[in-house]
Structures are given as structure tokens and as C-alpha cells.
């Protein structure tokens, strides 16, 4: 009797504005020991050289651009369509994989075959986490808050996988649920958002604990600028799972609380990771704040008006 074979995935990486990061990604990417997979970049409209690096120093990629920027959604939803495997794979392109990354996956979906998408952890590096409050502070969450341990985890919406940095999914499940929804704009909520349809229809994913990298600088601009962009996708997640974006005063609510707590977080967690969490959360509300204020703007627009009053 001949051996099966492996199972094929599509790993598939959104990317903007990013061409070092993404080449670094695409190092380790490109040196899987799973036999049998494909990558496709999805370019989201970069205006930096990030075709000319993919096209001359990756050729074996699977490369397509998007003419207009619209987001991580919708550029995993193009990779989905032109994606020729049985499972798929999902990084992002500030995001190191170590070589195992798929064949990990791939043990995962053979030891449980319900279910129906696997993934792993991100995070800084150690010695990085030694002394940067950001680090720690992603690692904090990841750890104690999200509950990623040493163990694998099978579950529903608690399960600590599901972040699209390090996940991945049967093609008929995301196939059934419709992929991503493109209404999100930002990296933010859009892989929650999946998660839960997932779930809510009765299937369960699994946690493996193997480590993604997280290769970014870990500094207050772009620590600030990823919970923003967080907080742009809570406006989205909450309008569509609960019927309304925050109000002002549910926003104001939100700042007084999240101030209150930061001394008492000083004692449970210490300062760096306590400080950390009232930037991130800062960050948040701002960005909640500013899509609040677009959607509302967009709404009370003339071109608006005149489109329900016709």
C-alpha cells in the first residue's frame, strides 16, 4: 500500500508597505519541511518596492497586487480564491515562521481531525521580553490573559489560537462561513470576527504551542499604532455582533476605567506591564474614537443624504 499524500496548504501573507519585514517573513517561509504547500503575497496597493523584491527574489511566490489599499480582509479573501489547498495557512508579514510552522499544522489537523482550524502564538524575542515593556506586555497577554500554555488546546471561541499571524484553516470551513469579512479596514478585529462565525457553527479549533515570531521594533509608535488600528476593528466587531458602535459617553466610560485600574495593575503585573497595558488600551480608544467619528461622518455626508432620500 503506497503512502498517502501529505496534505497540501496554501500560506497565504498580506502585505503593505512593509518590503523588509516582508522579506525576512519570506526567508523562513520559503524553507518549510512540509512537502507540499504554495505561497501567495497579496500585496494591498504598497508604494515601496515590494513587488521588484518579491517578483527578483522569490520568483517561486504566488504574487498579486491589489490596485487600491482595502485591507487585510480582503487581501486573505483574494488569496483564498486563487488558493489550490486542502488547508490555509495565514501569517503576516511582520511575522517569522520557524520551519516547522506547517508540518506542525499539518500534525495538528492528523492527531484532530475535528478540527477545523489549527494555530499558534506570537511573540517577541526572549531577549527582547528580558527588558522591553512592549514585548512583555504582548507576551503577558498572549500568556496569561489569552491562556496560550505548553500544551495543545482544543476549544471554541476560548481557544488561544485564531490571531491570523500564526493560524490556519480547513478550505471548506472558510469556504462555508465566507471567508473574511472585507468590511473591517484595518488589521484589527476582522480574525476575531472569523473566529466566532467559525464557532457559532458548532466547530472547534486547536491551539499547538509552537512560537511565532514577532518581528517588529517594539516601540511606542508602532506599539501605539497596532492597538489603534485594534481599536478601529472594535468599532466594526461591535457594530456587527452587537447591534451599535460605542457612543461617546461608553467611550469616556471606557478611559475612566481603564485609568482607574493602572495603579492597581502596578501591584498585580508591575509597572512596565501595567504602563503598557493603559498605552495599549489609550491606543484602543483612540482608535475607536476616530472610526467612530468616520462611520458617523460617512453617515451625515450630502452624498449620504441624498442617497436615502432618493
Known amino acids: 500500500m503506497s503512502p498517502s499524500k501529505p496534505s497540501r496548504f496554501s500560506f497565504i501573507i498580506p502585505t503593505y508597505n512593509r518590503c523588509q519585514s516582508l522579506r525576512q517573513c519570506l526567508l523562513t517561509a520559503t524553507n518549510q519541511d512540509h512537502p507540499n504547500y504554495e505561497i501567495i503575497v497579496i500585496d494591498d496597493a504598497s508604494t515601496d518596492n515590494t513587488r521588484e523584491m518579491v517578483q527578483d527574489e522569490f520568483p517561486a511566490v504566488n504574487y498579486l497586487r491589489q490596485e487600491k489599499n482595502r485591507g487585510p480582509a480582503t487581501a486573505r479573501n483574494r488569496g483564498i480564491q486563487i488558493a489550490t489547498g486542502e488547508f490555509i495557512a495565514f501569517t503576516d508579514d511582520d511575522c517569522i515562521v520557524p520551519p516547522n510552522f506547517l508540518s506542525s499544522l499539518a500534525k495538528g489537523y492528523e492527531l484532530y481531525p475535528e478540527a477545523a482550524g489549527v494555530g499558534a502564538y506570537v511573540e517577541a524575542l526572549d531577549e527582547l521580553i528580558e527588558h522591553n515593556m512592549f514585548a512583555q506586555y504582548e507576551a503577558y497577554m498572549t500568556h496569561q490573559v489569552y491562556g496560550a500554555g505548553t500544551e495543545p488546546y482544543l476549544g471554541g471561541l476560548e481557544c488561544p489560537a485564531g490571531g491570523t499571524c500564526a493560524m490556519s484553516y480547513k478550505r471548506a470551513v472558510l469556504d462555508a462561513v465566507g471567508g473574511f469579512d472585507e468590511s473591517f479596514p484595518a488589521p484589527g478585529g476582522e480574525d476575531t470576527d472569523l473566529k466566532l462565525r467559525v464557532v457559532q457553527g458548532g466547530d472547534q479549533l486547536l491551539y499547538i504551542p509552537l512560537k511565532i515570531l514577532h518581528n517588529q521594533p517594539y516601540a511606542l509608535r508602532s506599539f501605539w499604532s497596532q492597538y489603534r488600528n485594534h481599536g ?16 461617546l459617553i461608553r467611550l469616556l466610560l471606557r478611559a475612566g476605567i481603564r485609568f482607574l485600574r493602572w495603579l492597581p495593575g502596578v501591584f498585580q503585573m508591575g509597572m512596565k506591564i501595567s504602563t503598557a497595558r493603559l498605552l495599549a488600551e489609550l491606543a484602543d480608544l483612540t482608535g475607536q474614537w476616530q472610526e467612530t467619528g468616520r462611520l458617523h461622518a460617512r453617515r451625515t455626508s450630502p452624498a449620504s443624504l441624498n442617497i436615502e432620500e432618493q
Open 232 to 247: 478601529r476593528g472594535v468599532v466594526h466587531y461591535e457594530r456587527k455582533h452587537k447591534g451599535k458602535a460605542p457612543t
